[in-house]
T-cell receptor, first 113, second 114 residues
Framework: DTEVTQTPKHLVMGMTNKKSLKCEQH?????MYWYKQKAKKPPELMFV???????INESVPSRFSPECPNSSLLNLHLHALQPEDSALYLC????????????FGPGTRLTVL | GDSVTQMEGPVTLSEEAFLTINCTYT??????LFWYVQYPGEGLQLLLK?????DKGSNKGFEATYRKETTSFHLEKGSVQVSDSAVYFC?????????????FGSGTRLQVQP
């Protein structure tokens, strides 16, 4: 299995809602990542988990809360988001943090009303 | 810090034309280099990679050679197809993990016309 899966594919939420994005991989990878991608821009790194521990937080606002329940799963909890948070949220995994190539999921298209 | 510079797009070509997308990088040490492709509405797919100087990555007719002397990793394809229309990202992965995982270029949109 060489796939990273993400659910849901699309999400529309109001500014007062709480929702979660989910990511799963079964490649035995020990590093997992969340990226945010705005239209016509490259992905921007948000968080990195290495061996289920948060190793990088790129100064992301606290309305985004990551969680890594086990080595195969990565969640991103969303609360009190702003319309400017609307974007494509991409999950990725790699064998280890650093030089190993990353495998990306298809993303969740988030719209905040 | 590390950085990746790609040529501005969009690049518009006719089918069967030769493609070059330029990518240069700045990094300490000897990074790994990647090309990713993003089709409309999808995530990023790894297209090819090179982990050391003079390595040539290749996949699906695309090639790129890791040139340490010119700090470049240009993407080439001899004959493009309409299905190659996508955004291409050059990326760098540093051996010193530091604060970043991958550093991406700004992306180059390729449009191939029939």
């Amino acid at each position: 299995d060489t796939e990273v899966t993400q659910t849901p594919k699309h999400l529309v939420m109001g500014m007062t809602n709480k929702k979660s994005l989910k990511c799963e991989q079964h490649m035995g990878h020990r590093a997992m990542y969340w990226y945010k991608q705005k239209a016509k821009k490259p992905p921007e790194l948000m968080f990195v988990y290495s061996y289920e521990k948060l190793s990088i937080n790129e100064s992301v606002p606290s309305r985004f809360s990551p969680e890594c329940p086990n080595s195969s799963l990565l969640n991103l909890h969303l609360h009190a988001l702003q319309p400017e948070d609307s974007a494509l949220y991409l999950c990725a995994s790699s064998q280890g943090q650093g030089t190993h190539e990353q495998f990306f999921g298809p993303g969740t298209r988030l719209t905040v009303l | 810090g590390d950085s990746v510079t790609q040529m501005e797009g969009p690049v518009t070509l006719s089918e069967e034309a030769f493609l070059t997308i330029n990518c240069t990088y700045t990094a300490t040490g000897y990074p790994s280099l990647f090309w990713y492709v993003q089709y409309p509405g999808e995530g990023l797919q790894l297209l090819l990679k090179a982990t050391k100087a003079d390595d040539k990555g290749s996949n699906k007719g695309f090639e790129a050679t890791y040139r340490k002397e010119t700090t470049s990793f240009h993407l080439e394809k001899g004959s493009v197809q309409v299905s190659d229309s996508a955004v291409y990202f050059c990326a760098l992965g540093a051996k010193d993990t530091g604060r970043r995982a991958l550093t991406f270029g700004s992306g180059t949109r390729l449009q191939v016309q029939p």
